[in-house]
């Protein structure tokens, strides 16, 4: 059997996480967060003592947040991402952040039981706006089933 991992990057238009244009998202971190592992088919996210990932930083880049986490399947990230009030949050993601390359977030296939690392993930990232979509990394446009 297999889960569904899951990074989305993004580089704020604020220098840091502190700076008081992305006041108003980071107000809202925790019920998303909350909102996440509360939907059916959510296994597992990255996060730090705060409760959320904004204090990684693995591109040594102030500006860069990170999101990493585990689903069961595609059809319970797409209802969480598209069809709760996060959805609210992504229609205004230019309040807050820039474009972030070719592609901010890439989905793959990992077993049961496991989690992404960080590094694996922004390789997986970093191949999908190389390459586009395959099996090793894919997008919302073009899935991949599991294996």
């Known amino acids: ?68 986490s585990v689903w069961e399947n595609i059809e319970s990230l797409e209802h969480f991402t598209y069809k709760t009030f996060h959805v609210d949050f992504l229609r205004r993601r230019r309040e807050w952040f820039q474009k972030y390359g070719k592609a901010h977030y890439a989905m793959w296939w990992i077993k049961n039981n496991e989690y992404p690392g960080i590094d694996e993930a922004l390789k997986r990232l970093e191949y999908l706006q190389e390459h586009g979509s395959s099996s090793y990394a894919f997008n919302f446009q073009h899935v991949f089933q599991s294996p």
Do not use: C
């Open 1 to 68: 059997m297999y889960q569904l991992a899951q990074i989305n990057v993004a580089r704020m238009i604020g220098t840091n996480i502190e700076d008081p244009v992305m006041n108003e998202f980071v107000s809202h971190l925790d019920s998303v967060n909350q909102l996440a592992e509360k939907s059916d088919g959510f296994i597992w996210r990255l996060k730090d003592d705060e409760n959320n990932a904004t204090s990684f930083n693995p591109l040594n880049d102030e500006q860069v947040i990170i999101n990493l």
